[in-house]
């Protein structure tokens, strides 16, 4: 099946800094993917997905690219806020079951 | 924004009782999906189910697990005799057409 590796965490920034997480997959298909945000106390919500190679999803400043030769998703954001404070899910999914990575905390501060 | 409720937020139970989570889909969606996450790890597939019945579980999803959609809008996942270990967050998940699902805030349940 389908596995995710995400960059471990916890990582911490200070407001306005570039922030990369990593992710890369393994998958005997083309899976979509996708980045999910878990903000304290909530449920997974989805920041961004890309259904096929090359393609970049992006939302609220957040962007990644689906990069088949190198089996990446990695997400980045220019500038990040305090309140990008969270912790970040990158997932796989190929039929009906998305595959999660370990989830990276990101913390921001002021 | 349309949501997936769950409910109960919070379930504290004994050791081999049954519980069942209940989650209401967002109602146009036709795909439906239980998660969970122990504390402190990764989320899990569990099981998805689509027109009426399971399309795929996880081998986490065992004899003690079952899913049922009772009527036109609930979708639970019952327990049936609760373990130490099966105390986790779970987390309902809806979707349209099988990919970019939306998750609803989570039952945590606590096996006491």
């Known amino acids: 099946g389908d596995s995710v590796t995400q960059m471990e965490g916890p990582v911490t920034l200070s407001e306005e800094a570039f922030l990369t997480i990593n992710c890369t997959y393994t998958a005997t298909g083309y899976p979509s993917l996708f980045w999910y945000v878990q903000y304290p106390g909530e449920g997974l919500q989805l920041l961004l997905k890309a259904t096929k190679a090359d393609d970049k999803g992006s939302n609220k400043g957040f962007e990644a690219t689906y990069r088949k030769e190198t089996t990446s998703f990695h997400l980045e954001k220019g500038s990040v806020q305090v309140s990008d404070s969270a912790v970040y899910f990158c997932?796989?999914?190929?039929?009906?079951?998305?595959?999660f990575g370990e989830g990276t905390q990101l913390t921001v501060n002021p | 924004e349309p949501e997936v409720t769950q409910t109960p937020s919070h379930q504290v139970t004994q050791m081999g009782q049954e519980v069942i989570l209940r989650c209401v889909p967002i109602?146009?969606?036709?795909?439906f999906y239980w998660y969970r996450q122990i504390l402190g790890q990764k989320v899990e597939f569990l099981v998805s189910?689509?027109?009426?019945?399971?399309?795929?579980k996880s081998e986490i999803f065992d004899d003690q697990f079952s899913v049922e959609r009772p009527d036109g809008s609930n979708f639970t996942l019952k327990i049936r005799s609760t373990k130490l270990e099966d105390s986790a967050m779970y987390f309902c998940?809806?979707?349209?057409?099988?990919?970019?699902?939306?998750f609803g805030s989570g039952t945590r349940l606590t096996v006491v």
């Open positions: 998940a809806s979707s349209e057409a099988g990919v970019g699902y939306t």
């Open positions: 189910f689509y027109n009426n019945e399971i399309s795929e």
């Open positions: 109602s146009n969606h036709l795909y």
């Open positions: 997932g796989a999914g190929s039929g009906s079951r998305l595959t």
